[in-house]
């Protein structure tokens, strides 16, 4: 076991999480090390660049690191989804303004289409009949929307095609996002490759798995399914991607059917105005914060950085407004997977975090949360009240023994100013709370049959170890009771670490 001296530091004391994209620059063993040690939480591996070989060799690397390093990390699949690209072309092609092209629907894949002289300006598209789902003078964005053209002509020959004229110049890089804004896509929601990707997820033991286009809450249906069918016991937990307006329009269904959201803000600053896009982030967060949800704010946090070494003011400022609007986490994509410097971007938006955090008030923003408590259901209740009772009582940590998780994310919904030391004896359970807002994940042995008390003994002498709780401090603990039985919540238990009295409420 490696010895944790920057535990302290980076898993107590900072709240917001990071999910960090590996790559070809970040899946060596010493990167993932130094990643890690900056406070990556989450490691995504995307399914749009990586095959099953490359998958294999990273969860390994990344499994031997955490394991030696004695912490958690949640290791995260993230679909390909229903992706609308040109192609056409092997090499980046230069386009000027006022140019025409030709985009033509095709049922072929990349690699089966034969490439024709750039300077033909015929390109192929994955999209069904382009021509029926467009009109003289509809707007179409290319690579990720940097890139505007209009259609000039509809072709309704088979299979479809339409002209473009190019209102800005650009370069198109392989295999370009193609997007028409407020179109619904006649294109299945899981393609049998996104099938394929997920039942690999299930059959490899992956924390979770991001879907890409999630529309309905049907679409988590149909997951889960998936899922049930590889194994009918599995653990992982689904986030839904919110990239579209269908997917807005079913926010709440989502994320109620859904384990948690990434906001993706490169699709869906595409089909919405993207001066509408920050607007739209906080609320998506505030509807996660409401429902107890983790949520994941991605897409171009520290984009200068993949190339650059410092980043840009208004990257920074994007950071922090994320944490200051208590998003669960906030993503590296390019940056971390292909960019210059992993470990230097990593630190860079730990610094920002920590900083940001520093000027939040959550006594008080813990008691503007009372409208949020469920009074249904027990376990919101009690929460709420360890809660405001760690502020009041001025208490050093919250610790919960859960087997199930939802102690821990019900703690993590009422954003509290100190650590919530989340206790499991499941591993899984175990990586997955490393994605939660403030939750320090540990892995005990099993505790059922065994006394509250004696329990709680042994997590407050792993804490003096670990060096989170001093002699003398206080600590609050929360579970149900007895051990094990994944009864309700019933328990708070106030204890003043060294003494041998204590008050407990159940």
Known sequence: MMANAFTKNLYTTRRTKVVCTIGPASESETCIRDLIKEGMNVARLNFSHCSYDEALNRIRVLRAVRKEMDVPLAIMLDTKGPEVRLFGYNKPVAISKGETLYVESTEKQPEEITCLPP???????????????????????????????????????????????????????????LAIPGVHYPIPFLSEKDKKDIAFAVDNGFEYIALSFVRTASDITDVRGIIRAARADSPIKLI????????????????????????????????????????????????????????????????????????????????ANAVLELTSSVMLSGETAKGAHPKRVVNMMGRIIDRTESGIDYHTLARITHDYVNHDEITNIMA???????????????????????????????????????????????????????????????????????????????????????????????????????????????????????????
């Open 240 to 319: 839904a991607k919110i990239e579209d307006k269908q997917a807005l329009a079913n926010l709440d269904e989502i994320i109620r059917d859904s384990d948690g959201i990434m906001v993706a803000r490169g699709d869906l600053g595409i089909e919405l105005p993207i001066e509408e896009l920050p607007g739209m982030q906080k609320t998506i967060i505030n509807h996660c914060y409401m429902a107890g949800k983790p949520v994941i704010v991605a897409t171009q946090m520290l984009e200068s950085m993949t190339e650059m070494p410092y980043p840009t003011r208004a990257e920074v400022t994007d950071i």
């Open 119 to 177: 300077e033909k300006r015929h390109f192929y598209t994955n999209l069904p009949r382009i021509d029926r789902l467009c009109r003289v003078g509809t707007r179409v964005l290319l690579q990720d929307g940097f890139i505007e053209l209009e259609v000039s002509r509809l072709h309704g020959e088979w299979p479809g095609a339409v002209s473009l004229r190019v209102l800005n110049e650009g370069k198109l890089k392989d295999k370009a996002h």
């Open 384 to 506: 709420y009240s360890v809660v405001n009772t760690a502020h009041d009582w001025n208490a050093k940590g919250i610790a919960v023994i859960t087997a199930s998780g939802i102690g821990a994310r019900a703690l993590s919904k009422f954003r509290p100013g100190v650590p919530i030391y989340a206790f499991t004896h499941h591993e899984t359970l175990y990586h997955q709370l490393a994605l939660n807002w403030g939750v320090v994940p540990f892995l005990i042995e099993d505790p059922e049959n065994l006394r509250f008390s004696d329990v709680a003994g042994k997590i407050i002498d792993l804490l003096l170890k670990r060096g989170a709780i001093e002699n003398g401090e206080k600590l609050i603990f929360m579970a149900s009771s007895p051990l094990g039985k994944r009864r309700p919540t019933n328990t708070i238990r106030c204890e003043v670490v060294g003494d041998t009295t204590f008050h407990e409420a159940t």
